[in-house]
């Protein structure tokens, strides 16, 4: 085991010392993700954010939910939020199409219910598919019925007034009362400084639950879900890159040198499994950290993705320790070596939004770690544990291993 | 110390070693002789336990050197190849190989300084070994095999490919390691290294050893005579015809190829004789050389052909 060891600290030497095809490798996802970004991320002015899609269902139509539309209509949130209202079936429909981040219901009787000090309920309808946006119109709205029960409940005796007004015939309107109403709510309003409790509006949050609700994405969506198979991909070309020593130390005569020193096969060839696999995981991270630095890529949570990096980085290391037992020289590895990765990130969804990919692409994708890194880095996203993700590419991970072994043990007994 | 008995390894119909048997003593430095294909890197391939499915036996310091793994810390190897990381510095370089022997990191570190001033590298023993001359890596290439102080040195044509200089300081290691009591094994095609650095010499065609010994035994082999090489327009089997009857204890025709021939003469007054039956015969000679016996006409006499044919 210490000879293991020694092997794999001077791998991680040499490859410290000369580590300018890994920058590059590492380099090259954060560029081509942040070119395909700027080329077909939504557009906005000068990066303030877009005006999130609002869609409002009004079924109360009366004084309280006019305030909450006009609530909307005033310029600063408008610049905020872009609200179409509708009725709740054309609304749900285009939610789970992901038109819109979010959908506000007000209920029927809500301003009666206010103006009777009863307790109602606002609906903000959330797109489980965007990350930030349903969470700023649901503090809005929540905002909003805080700040509509504290008034209520102030000016519970000017309302009802104000009640008494509105169910008055327009003619027989009293405008003389009009006068000292506001004059009394004024003082009122000088007066209270806290909000009142219990609040009479509640908000209820849901997400829509409609399977394959695409989203309307912002930049930074679409680098948190392009940096995953951009990042496999080039884990896949690191990895071989570092295992090439398999090849290229039989080649030069090093092999041969170190199998003259007490050093055994199996010692050698688990230095090198163990490399790839320690080195490609420490690659991939790096680049996630630059993923979340550059582009604020969200990952998840850190120990999820952890678990999955480990299970690529290991999958990777064992297929490249089997494709090197097989090829003959540093030649094949190149003229092979390319073309698998290339075939790996396109049928795994690397290079394409799997949902925009033919089905017979999807069928061969199951067969590639690109696909199953890129879904479980989506679950993991949504802080979700990649169980699926993590047994396929372990599994199949071990198999390898097992096939890897024995014959890279053939290839370094001379 | 080392015993080889009957070594024998084939690549398919070609015998690389056949019936190959050496002893070696403590402090000995053999030279062994022999055109490309002679078997020299085989013999030290199999001795280094880099090539397998080979006959015979070959036991070190009392036991089978192919079943005590632990043997591999007693014996040092230089490859051709210069088989270490260019990346690496000198030092990093030898702190690597050093461990895969076992040496402990203290022992080492002194050990490489030691080396490193031995090969003349210590001023660049932190600089990336790809900016070293091909001398320079040639000397790492030796001090790596001397690292954990081995009882036995293999060194595989180590002074290929460098300039005199170079060659010279590899050549002084080998004659200070064998004078330390390590025993030495050195391949190579130059009779002058064999002549000045090795305690013994071994001559070797076709995986066998032809004769071995000092350089003056092997010169007895050839005795006192001159040897004549001519140079000229003819074949090998008119030239050996028109000497027949020449032959004998005064004449001996050690080697004719077309174009070239060499024979052992007992006197330089033979020479007419041979010169009157070769225009007899109509052989246009062009060039003769008379030389005195060396390690090379001994080389001559026993394959038959010039060292780098």
Known sequence: ?414 | MLEIKNLTKSFGDILALDRFSLELGKGEVLGLLGPNGAGKTTLISILAGTLGDFSGGVTFLGRDLFADRSLKNRMGVVPQDMAFYDELSAMDNLMFWGGLYDVPRPELKRRAAELLELVELAGRAKEPVKNFSGGMKRRLNTAIGLLHRPDLLLLDEPTVGIDVQAKVSILDIIRGVGASGTAVIFTTHQLAEVETTCSRIAIMDRGRILAQGSLDELVRIVGERDVVEIVGEFAAAPFSEALQGLAGDRVELLSAADGLASLAVADTEEIPRIMDRLFRHKLAVTDMKIKSPSLETVFLKLTGRNLRD
């Open chain 1, 1 to 414: 085991m210490r000879r293991l060891f020694l092997v794999l600290s001077n791998d991680v030497r040499r490859h410290l010392k000369s580590p300018l095809a890994i920058l590059i490798y590492m380099a090259i996802p954060m560029v081509m993700t942040g070119l395909i970004g700027v080329i077909f991320a939504p557009r906005t002015e000068e990066g303030q954010l877009p005006p999130i899609q609002v869609l409002l269902v009004d079924h109360d139509k009366g004084l309280a939910s006019k305030l909450v539309l006009g609530t909307f209509d005033v310029d600063q949130m408008k610049k905020m939020f872009r609200v179409t209202v509708t009725d709740e079936a054309d609304g749900r429909k285009r939610m789970e199409k992901g038109r819109a981040s979010a959908m506000v219901v007000i209920p029927e009787g809500f301003t009666l219910d206010l103006l009777d000090a009863r307790t109602t309920t606002l609906t903000v309808v959330k797109n489980p598919a965007e990350q930030f946006l349903p969470d700023v119109v649901e503090e809005f709205v929540n905002t909003l019925a805080v700040m509509l029960s504290g008034v209520v409940q102030a000016f519970a005796a000017e309302v009802q007034g104000v009640r008494a007004m509105l169910e008055a015939p327009a003619d027989a309107f009293p405008w003389e009362k009009l006068g000292p109403e506001l004059g009394k709510a004024q003082k009122k309003i000088v007066a209270a400084r806290t909000y009142l409790s219990p609040l009479l509006i509640r908000l209820k949050a849901e997400e829509t639950r409609a399977a394959g609700a695409k989203t309307r994405f912002t930049r930074t969506d679409l680098f948190s879900i392009m940096l995953p198979g951009m990042a496999v991909m080039f884990l896949l070309f690191i990895v071989q890159t570092l295992m090439r020593d398999i090849i290229s130390e039989r080649e030069d005569g090093k092999l041969r040198r170190m199998m003259t020193t007490p050093l055994r096969p199996i010692e050698l060839v688990g230095a090198r499994l163990l490399g790839g696999w320690v080195m490609g995981l420490a690659v991939l991270l790096v680049m996630a950290a630059f993923g979340t630095l550059i582009f604020r890529a969200a990952w998840g949570p850190f120990g999820y993705f952890l678990l999955l990096g480990a299970a690529a980085s290991f999958w990777t290391a064992a297929f490249f320790g089997c494709f090197h037992a097989l090829v003959r020289n540093r030649n094949q590895a190149g003229a092979f070596g390319a073309p698998i990765i290339l075939a790996f990130s396109l049928f795994g969804g690397s290079m394409m939004n799997p949902e925009a990919m033919p089905k017979a692409f999807l069928a061969v994708g199951v067969a590639t770690p690109n696909r199953w890194f890129i879904d479980g880095a989506a679950l993991v996203r949504d802080g979700r544990f990649p169980a699926a993700s993590l047994a396929v590419l372990v599994v199949s991970g071990l198999v390898l291993t097992a096939l890897a072994v024995p014959a890279l043990r053939r290839r370094t007994s001379v």
